[in-house]
């Protein structure tokens, strides 16, 4: 017996069968026709007596002229099983319980084996009786036609031990299926039944990843009951191996899926400084199905995967993804990278990533959220990085990311040694619930869009909010362009501010409202550099102050529901102040404002407010910004370049901050608003 976790290629197989072929029994069926017959007849069954003992191989790959039944009707060992029709007529072989029959998979050195060898084979074999494993498995099937299907139906116990899938065809794991480790190397494994796999660090699920040959594998558990796995590693089409090879793999996922692994790679090298190329992973998660994934480190498209788009897909309505912090039963986040090449790729490459949850529901508790990132290279050859994250419609969505160094980047150049291509990364949400946030919990930057440095001869970064409430909470920036093509695209959606910024979004190539877009600055203060263009409109909330320092363009108005919005830079549509709410500045407004009953004015001493349309008051109080100890005079606050002003301030003024020699006086005239500091007891005509 042997108890390590090592799995083989379906080349060492070979060689291993012919090993344990020299040195245990071996044999043979020799019923051909129809019907149900007992393994442990030893008379007229086999070539003699019948195989029950470690490292005995059974035989049954024979020409049958029927569908045959074969009972073990006891516990019985064995450390190999080939099976399947030899014939151009193909006949399926049961082997079944009988009565209290029980399999026992047993070697005295290398693995135990289960092998349907004939390629023609077009026929479904099954294995109905439950199995002990002893030693690791390898189960090769190599019929090509999707019928000739290797079965499993049984239950396999044996969690301290490996399976490993080689050949072309399909192995259907039917029953309740528990293992150390399992690799689908090649062809593929359908699991309809449940399956639990690892018991920690050691342990792996791989699926048609390379480890010093190349291997094509999917595994498919669309239909499965469940599957349970705690590992090292989950590789989907990744070369796991320094000595290379490509891996291809495609991994299914169905319902009450719930997998911890220290790492999930798909698609790609890793560690990244493996030679392997070519390399391509793919995972879905089924209609209706949940996948919960406790990992701290999950990688779409790492180093060398330019073998084709590397993907993770909901495919249907219903569809839930939870990625990192499992509220109740861990508090693991997730380090999320989707298109990523470090230092020592091949030039002239691109690596695409992508994760597409726009059917379904999303739950993504990160503290890193990485798309498309160039970590150095060459000076000369350029390779093309493309990451791209999706969440859809669903009013569930969740995007939670709390960490510290930026810790969402999209289309990122983090060294001078950026190896001339080029950077592209999206993401894209057109749906979030209430607690969705970014934090960073240093003052850097929150999102960083399209970081252009070193060689990088292009950077892109777009991020696309389509609906729900992002809170952003930096005193850092919470959105900025870091000098490549930086986008930032808001649709019917709510940003809130978590904390005070001097800039909270700020450095964008382009910068759009469409429909109806609120900013909530809560109790905080913000300052917005960036100018806004669109055909939307804006709603400042929160109790807070928003300041505008940007040129804005956006066309579909403002309106100020709660807080303060101070215009240092310019608007050119209309604004409208909710009562209790205030405005003002020292900036342009081109367009109506409006200050409906109780809102009020915010206006400093010496930066006049100009308008060009219509100010409509109704006896407004102002609050006033002063610097210390402001001297007496007149001082312009509002001038109307065209157009009137209906209605006036009222003449009483509030000193928020700062302080004049004399008392505060507002004068309305009819296209200029004036304040006047009056020493005290002097009395003078207003007009």
């Known amino acids: 017996m042997r108890t390590g976790q090592q799995a083989f290629s379906v080349a060492a197989v070979v060689l291993m069968l012919a090993a344990v072929q020299a040195t245990a029994a071996t044999y043979t069926w020799t019923p051909t026709t129809a019907g149900t017959y007992s393994w442990d007849d030893a008379t007229s069954q086999w070539t003699s007596g019948f ?49 209290a029959g029980s399999l026992v998979l047993d070697v005295t050195s290398g693995s135990a084996f289960i092998s349907k060898s ?114 090292g590693r989950l590789y989907i089409g990744v070369c796991a191996d320094s000595a290379g090879g490509t891996g291809n793999g495609t991994l299914r996922l169905g319902n009450n899926t719930s997998i911890t692994a220290t790492n999930v ?22 209609s209706g199905a949940t996948v919960t994934i406790d990992t701290s480190l999950l990688i779409i498209a790492s180093t060398k995967s330019e073998g084709g788009a590397n993907t993770f897909t909901l495919l249907g309505s219903g569809a839930t993804l939870n990625l ?35 059917a379904g529901t999303g739950n993504l508790y990160l503290n890193q959220l990485v ?74 930057t929150a999102i960083m869009l399209a970081q252009k440095a070193g060689n990088a001869s292009a950077a892109t970064g777009m991020l696309n909010l389509n609906g729900g409430m992002l809170t952003i909470t930096t005193a850092g920036s919470g959105i900025k362009g870091g000098g490549g093509t930086a986008r930032l695209n808001l649709k019917n959606c709510t940003l809130i501010a978590g904390a005070s910024s001097t800039n909270w979004i700020q450095g964008l190539t382009t910068a759009t409202f469409t429909n109806i877009v609120t900013i909530n600055s809560g109790t905080n203060s913000l300052v917005i550099p960036q ?42 549509n209309a604004v409208n102040v909710a009562s209790g709410a205030g405005f003002g500045g020292s900036g342009t407004v081109v367009g109506n404002v409006t200050l409906t009953n109780d809102s009020y004015g915010v206006f400093v001493h010496d930066d006049p407010l100009a308008i060009t349309g219509n100010l409509i008051l109704t006896n407004n109080v102002i609050h006033l910004n002063l610097s210390t100890g402001v ?24 000193i928020d901050s700062g302080s004049a020699q004399g008392s505060p006086t507002i004068v309305s005239g009819i296209n200029y608003v004036d304040l006047k500091l009056i020493p005290p007891g002097l009395v003078i005509m207003l007009f």
């Open 531 to 572: 100018g806004f263009s669109g055909t939307g409109s804006l709603v400042k909330s929160g109790t807070g102050l928003l300041r505008l320092s940007g040129s804005n363009t956006y066309s579909g108005g403002t309106t100020v529901s709660n807080g303060a919005l101070v215009v240092n830079g310019t608007i050119t």
């Open 118 to 231: 004939t390629a023609a084979n077009t026929t479904t074999d099954v294995i109905s009786v439950n199995i002990q494993l002893n030693d690791n498995l390898v189960v090769t099937n190599a019929a090509t036609a999707s019928s000739g299907v290797l079965t499993i139906s049984g239950d396999i116990s044996g969690s301290s031990y490996t399976i490993t899938k080689g050949g072309a065809g399909v192995l259907s794991l039917n029953g309740s299926t528990t293992v150390g480790s399992l690799y689908a190397d090649a062809g593929s494994v359908l699991s309809l039944g449940t399956l639990s796999v690892g018991n920690g660090l050691s342990s792996r699920l791989y699926v048609g990843t390379a480890y010093s040959i190349s291997n094509t594998g999917t595994f498919d558990l669309n239909d499965a009951a469940s599957l349970t796995a705690n590992v």
């Open 265 to 286: 790679v798909i698609g790609g090298s890793f560690p990244e400084a493996n030679t392997g190329a070519n390399n391509r992973g793919q995972v879905t998660v089924a």
């Open 371 to 444: 798309l498309a990132i160039d970590l150095g290279g060459t000076a000369s050859g350029g390779n093309n990085i493309i990451g791209s994250l999706t969440l859809g419609s669903s009013a569930s969505n969740v995007l939670n990311i709390s960490g510290t160094n930026t810790p969402v980047k999209v289309g990122y150049t983090d060294s001078t040694t950026a190896d001339g291509g080029t950077v592209n990364g999206t993401l894209s949400i057109d749906n979030l619930a209430s607690g969705s946030e970014i934090a960073v919990t240093d003052g850097t």
């Open 51 to 99: 195989p029950n003992a470690a490292g005995d191989i059974a035989n049954l790959n024979i020409n049958l002229a029927g569908d045959q039944a074969n009972n073990l009707n006891r516990t019985i060992t064995v450390g190999g099983i080939s099976i399947g029709d030899t014939g151009s007529t193909y006949y399926g072989m049961t082997i079944a319980p009988g009565t």
């Open 631 to 654: 001297t007496n005079g007149v001082y312009r606050l509002v001038d109307v370049l065209s157009g009137s002003i209906s209605g006036q301030f009222s003449p009483m003024a509030v």
């Open 324 to 358: 990192g912090v499992n509220p109740g039963i861990s508090t693991n986040r997730t380090a999320l990278y989707i298109g990523r090449k470090l230092t020592g790729a091949p030039t002239g490459k691109t690596y695409s990533g992508d994760m597409n949850l726009s």
